[in-house]
């Protein structure tokens, strides 16, 4: 956008704090309890209903409630013996619903499933009208693409995805100033990129962002017309005043944005936003029984997630926002929650405050499961590790010093879900430390550290009895 806008702080506060409307999603999980007012007799809403945003740069009228598709349906091992595999049929399905029922956004990437979202998702995609849908795609920066790769790259997309030009596209997943310089200027992909545009084939530049303060700085000072950008926020980054990462000395490299300071910079700029871990990685999704208690006293009907939902939804300068839904019940729930849009109002907001005191603790990892770690060439599973972990955390499963009175079940409930979660050729103490991993995670998470801490621990706990 061309027009620079300025909020005072207090007003971006109150913006982003007592919120304007509403909007709501759920990573399923219904089976953990985590949608208490999930009435399966509820009538499908309509797609008229469906909470949409115009885009003041072109017009684009863009459903609130956007299709990530990192996370589809896959298929059960034993129907795929060769690896991981989307459950096609499953994914069209969704998609189908999806489009029924109002949404029109969907964002699919180079690396996602291992180029097959594209492939899925162009499938999909293309039994419909070209203008009845959005889709954005992106270069994939942690590949380091010189010109002719970008250039190959940007042809094997819009083939995956049988569609003729890319409504959105993206500069993949920024982290820092020198990569960008690399990628985009040195080499001349974004020059590539821009005549792409000038040709029809890319309809909105802009970028994903998961850097420091000096990246993104860099990004908002070039010259570059950035049509949109897609950011990461969430209620508990937020309201806790949280950087990218909840506790210290655990992340590597250049500290992260602090969300905070990251929204004022991006509503200063007057980007238009796209949201994504609006749910911190399905986390809060799952909130613990006390921190589910009082938001369900507040709202009995309402989703652990819907709350999260409509707070990001109360952002400024959101166009849409994004979430993996890998079944049915949890797009479900979230037309539920987006048709139509229920604003959040400072009597939300005060009861996620309250309801957030204590939850997502300092001793969280802040793992969203999103696998840019994996394959680990020593076979750890480290989402599954760090979501056991997390979930412990948030359970009050870990034991708290032998002479604790609680010590013994939190004992057995950490070990025995540590066990189950992960086989033993992929637990923590298989990891060497060849960090191999670290560059490779946005959230910029410490992993050798972490599955050191984690090893350690577990090796207590099973000589502490
Ligand atoms: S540091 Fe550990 S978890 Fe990371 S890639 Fe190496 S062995 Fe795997
Ligand atoms: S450790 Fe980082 S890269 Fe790996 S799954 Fe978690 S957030 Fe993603």
């Known amino acids: 956008m061309d027009k620079k806008k300025t909020l005072s702080?207090?007003?971006?506060?109150?913006?982003?704090?007592?919120?304007?409307?509403?909007?709501?999603?759920?990573?399923?999980l219904d089976k953990l309890g985590v949608f208490p007012g999930q009435n399966p007799q509820r009538p499908e809403p309509a797609a008229e209903a469906m909470a949409r945003r115009r885009n003041p740069g072109n017009g684009d009228d863009i459903s609130l409630l956007g299709y990530g598709c990192m996370r589809l349906p896959m298929l059960p091992r034993a129907i795929a013996p060769n690896g991981p595999e989307i459950d096609e049929a499953a994914a069209l399905r969704l998609i189908d619903h999806a489009m029924a029922h109002g949404v029109n956004y969907f964002d699919t990437a180079y690396p996602y499933h291992k180029g097959m979202s594209e492939v899925v998702v162009g499938k999909a995609l293309s039994r419909y009208p070209r203008n009845s849908f959005y889709l954005a795609d992106k270069m994939p920066t942690f590949l380091n693409p010189d010109l002719a790769a970008a250039k190959e790259i940007f042809a094997t997309q819009l083939e995956r995805c049988q569609v003729e030009y890319f409504d959105y596209y993206l500069l993949h997943n920024i982290q820092t100033a020198a990569a960008y310089r690399k990628v985009y200027e040195e080499n001349g992909v974004l020059d590539f990129l821009l005549r792409?545009?000038?040709?029809?084939?890319?309809?909105?530049?802009g970028w994903s962002f998961h850097g420091d303060k000096e990246a993104l700085e860099y990004l908002l000072s070039?010259?570059?017309?950035?049509?949109?950008?897609?950011?990461?926020f969430n209620y508990h980054d937020i309201l806790h005043g949280y950087a990218a990462r909840?506790?210290?000395?655990?992340?590597?490299?250049?500290?992260?944005?602090?969300?905070?300071?990251?929204?004022?910079?991006?509503?200063?700029?007057?980007?238009?936003?796209?949201?994504?871990?609006p749910l911190l990685g399905g986390r809060l999704a799952r909130l613990n029984k006390k921190t589910l208690a009082i938001l369900q006293a507040e709202r009995p009907q309402a989703s652990a997630a819907s709350w999260a939902f409509r707070y990001a939804a109360s952002l400024p300068n959101v166009l849409t926002i994004l979430t993996?839904?890998?079944?049915?019940?949890?797009?479900?729930?979230?037309?539920?929650t987006f048709c139509p849009l229920e604003p959040f109002s400072e009597k939300d907001l005060a009861a996620l405050k309250k309801a957030l005191d204590g939850f997502l603790s300092q001793e969280n990892i802040?793992?969203?499961?999103?696998?840019?770690?994996?394959?680990?060439?020593?076979?750890?599973?480290?989402?599954?590790?760090?979501?056991?972990?997390?979930?412990c955390v948030d359970d009050e499963h870990i034991p708290r010093g032998a002479r604790n009175a609680e010590y013994?079940?939190?004992?057995?409930?950490?070990?025995v879900?540590?066990?189950?979660?992960?086989?033993?050729l992929r637990q923590a103490g298989r990891c060497t430390g060849c960090a191999k991993c670290i560059p490779l995670c946005p959230q910029k998470i410490d992993i050798v550290q972490e599955m050191a801490r984690i090893g350690k621990f577990v090796e207590t706990l099973k000589t502490q009895v």
């Open 9 to 28: 702080r207090r007003t971006l506060l109150k913006v982003a704090g007592a919120g304007a409307l509403g909007g709501a999603v759920a990573l399923g």
């Open 196 to 205: 792409e545009k000038a040709a029809g084939r890319i309809r909105n530049l």
């Open 222 to 232: 070039r010259d570059t017309r950035w049509d949109f950008a897609l950011v990461q």
């Open 246 to 277: 909840p506790g210290g000395g655990r992340s590597t490299g250049a500290e992260p944005a602090p969300s905070l300071w990251l929204m004022e910079k991006m509503v200063a700029s007057g980007i238009p936003m796209m949201l994504m871990e």
């Open 324 to 336: 993996g839904m890998t079944y049915m019940e949890h797009l479900q729930d979230n037309l539920h």
């Open 366 to 391: 802040r793992c969203t499961a999103c696998g840019y770690c994996m394959p680990c060439p020593y076979g750890v599973d480290i989402p599954a590790l760090f979501t056991h972990y997390n979930r």
């Open 408 to 415: 013994d079940r939190a004992r057995r409930a950490f070990l």
């Open 417 to 424: 879900g540590y066990d189950r979660s992960v086989p033993e």
